[in-house]
């Protein structure tokens, strides 16, 4: 049964900074590529939005414009878990964030089993 729990949210300021963690179970971790999606508040799972992706060695990424340069993607993949280090955090970053499993690195292209998700509260 696959399981994907991620942690880690919580309530910022912004320019403030938060590490999030998805630790997965259930599917051999080294096989999948990965990423993160975002739903914002009143958004429903087709309104989710693509933030990052990683492939499965964790070499390349790949980032939305929107966090491009203030993101960051990695996994460890001894411990079967995938990180998301969010940095410069704006209002609009307000969203639950969950990981995903992924075909490859670009948008729209996560599938498969959703986790609980991690609420990121960012204030002005």
């Known amino acids: 049964q696959v399981q994907l729990v991620e942690s880690g949210g919580g309530l910022v300021q912004s320019g403030g900074s938060l590490r999030l963690s998805c630790e997965t179970s259930?599917?051999?971790?080294?096989?999948?590529?990965m990423g993160w999606v975002r739903r914002a508040p009143g958004k429903g799972v087709e309104g989710r939005e693509w933030?990052?992706?990683?492939?499965?060695?964790?070499?390349?990424?790949s980032y939305a414009d929107s966090v491009k340069g203030r993101f960051t993607i990695s996994r460890d993949n001894a411990k079967n878990t995938l990180y998301l280090q969010m940095d410069a955090l704006k209002p609009e970053d307000t969203a639950v964030y969950f990981c995903?499993?992924?075909?490859?690195?670009?948008?729209?292209?996560?599938?498969?089993?959703w986790g609980q998700g991690t609420q990121v509260t960012v204030s002005s």
């Open positions: 933030v990052s992706s990683i492939d499965n060695r964790g070499i390349e990424t």
């Open positions: 259930g599917f051999t971790f080294t096989n999948f590529f």
């Open positions: 995903r499993r992924t075909i490859g690195l670009r948008i729209g292209q996560d599938f498969g089993s």
